[in-house]
């Protein structure tokens, strides 16, 4: 079964960067795209981008444009998002979602960010 | 913040049916497939419509989504305790070039 194991929770100081893995298994890698969506406290979700299939063509978000990075390492099936200069507002779980339609994700991993 | 409007709750009788409103734009609903998720606190959202109508297998058909111009529903027959959770819809928006979600709505089961 298709399944998506994310990285242990994260607490980083405002300015730092974080790097959020995704292993995926269970289906074949490079046949589908991976998104990143993240959910802060009691709200709503939120598209941050996607690394495409066949090759490492990758979309943003305008809002996290020139602050997030989506890479992927092939042969290890593994998802990357790295989000850098992070913020109080930053605090969130961050999802890894095969796509498309988006009908598998990874268990979330929280990222605090805290003085 | 949210580019789709979702009600904030819903709520109905075990047995009951509730429906759940997304309304967009011309640049989301209005020209590209809608999905719906439902999440329970604490865990991943879970794919219960996508491509406005079609169910992943495994989900019951008790669930059910449509669309007409710029906005989506989806509809829960025979609710359940079980169905207690919050409900997600989501679209592509050209204009943003990125996905959209709604807003949220809680569906209580009285």
């Known amino acids: 079964q298709v399944q998506l194991v994310q990285s242990g929770a994260e607490v980083k100081k405002p300015g730092a960067s974080v790097k959020v893995s995704c292993k995926a298994s269970?289906?074949?890698?490079?046949?589908?795209?991976m998104d990143w969506v993240r959910q802060a406290p009691g709200q709503s979700l939120e598209w941050m981008g996607r690394?495409?299939?066949?090759?490492?063509?990758?979309e943003y978000s305008q809002k996290f444009q020139g602050r997030v990075t989506i890479t992927k390492d092939t042969s290890a099936s593994t998802g990357y998002m790295e989000l850098s200069g992070l913020r109080f507002e930053d605090t969130a779980v961050y999802f890894c979602?095969?796509?498309?339609?988006?009908?598998?994700w990874g268990q979330g991993t929280l990222v605090n960010v805290s003085s | 913040q949210s580019v789709l409007t979702q009600p904030p709750s819903v709520s109905a009788a075990p047995g009951q049916k509730v429906t759940i409103s997304c309304s967009g734009s011309n640049s989301n609903i209005g020209i590209h497939y809608v999905s719906w998720y439902q999440q329970v606190p604490g865990t991943a959202p879970k794919l219960l419509i996508y491509?406005?109508?079609k169910r992943p297998s495994g989900i019951p058909d008790r669930f059910s989504g449509s669309k007409s111009g710029t906005s989506a529903t989806l509809g829960i027959t025979g609710l359940q305790t079980g169905d207690e959770a919050d409900y997600y819809c989501?679209?592509?928006?050209?204009?943003?070039?990125?996905?959209?979600f709604g807003t949220g709505t809680k569906v209580t089961v009285l």
């Open positions: 690394i495409h299939s066949d090759n490492d063509n990758t």
């Open positions: 269970g289906y074949t890698f490079t046949k589908y795209a």
């Open positions: 979602v095969r796509t498309s339609p988006l009908e598998h």
């Open positions: 491509d406005d109508n």
């Open positions: 989501g679209a592509w928006d050209s204009s943003l070039s990125a996905e959209v």
